[in-house]
């Protein structure tokens, strides 16, 4: 079969990221060109071509890969930072076992990869400002262990073994299909539903905590953007997780800004758990490297972002103001 008759597999396809993603690739390439991997929480109302699994099978994945000739994976699979944390061994089964299967298959199988890093890789000791692409990764998570352990994985399969796999250490993603779930930067989510559903929001994070954030749109953009780059890490002797960044704010910036669309809104600072992973993590990101080789930039910025989820999640609701 042609090669242009390959077809897409997104794994974790009913996640937060897959939920917009696969939609994204389905106008682009045809619902018949998007094959989804989900288990229990397949949408009853989704519209396309489903397959439940599991990526630590590596033969029924090897199996999907098979029967609906798989030219490119996303393998979105993960556990997030919060969640890991309650269950660390659980974490590193499904954050690494199901990557490497995605890896050793598309190795043998010559398909093209894109594998989500995080900011989740950097940790206390790293520097906080403008956190550059090569820097120190000593994360405290077993989140961030994994994500870490995983771009190192990714890169000997590039490198050494000659796979095609792009990644980029996605930012806190905002969006508003599908809630996130198990993740320390969920704050900046939770107060858009909060805050149109009850006019309140308890905050898990300081009013100063400041973090590196991204509207979903730029994310799918810029994933889909990078799987198109004319990229050649192989002879350029060079791998990387490419820093994504877009805006960072502090949580009480991010309550000022909703203010101006809620003006009732009313919200309060409790720190838990979640503190800690917060405050180990970058308050902003350099990522002039993804801008310099392959055009990365960024569309929505603190005021469109707000703007525009209010917007959504108004309409969601079945709010008329
Ligand atoms: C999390 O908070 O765990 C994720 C991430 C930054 O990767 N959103």
Redesign the pocket.
Known sequence: MAEAERKILVTGAFGQIGSELVPALQQKHGIDHVVTLGHSNVPQDFKGIVETGDTSNKEGLEAIVDRHNIGVVYHLVSL???RGEENPDLTWDINMGGLKNVLDIARDRNLKVFWPS???VFGPTTPRDSTPQHTILEPTTM?GATKVAGENLVRHYVLKQGVDVRSLR????ISWKAE?G?????YAVAIFYDGLRKKEYQCFVSSDTTLPMMYMDDAIRGTIELMEADLDFQNEGKWNSYNMAAISFAAVQLAEELKKHIPDLKVTYKPDHRQAIADS?PKSIDDSVARAEWGWSHEFDLSKMTAIMVEKLREKFGQTK
């Open positions: 997030l930072s919060a995080s900011i989740a989140y996605y930012p806190g993603l996130p198990g993740g320390t930067t969920d993590w």
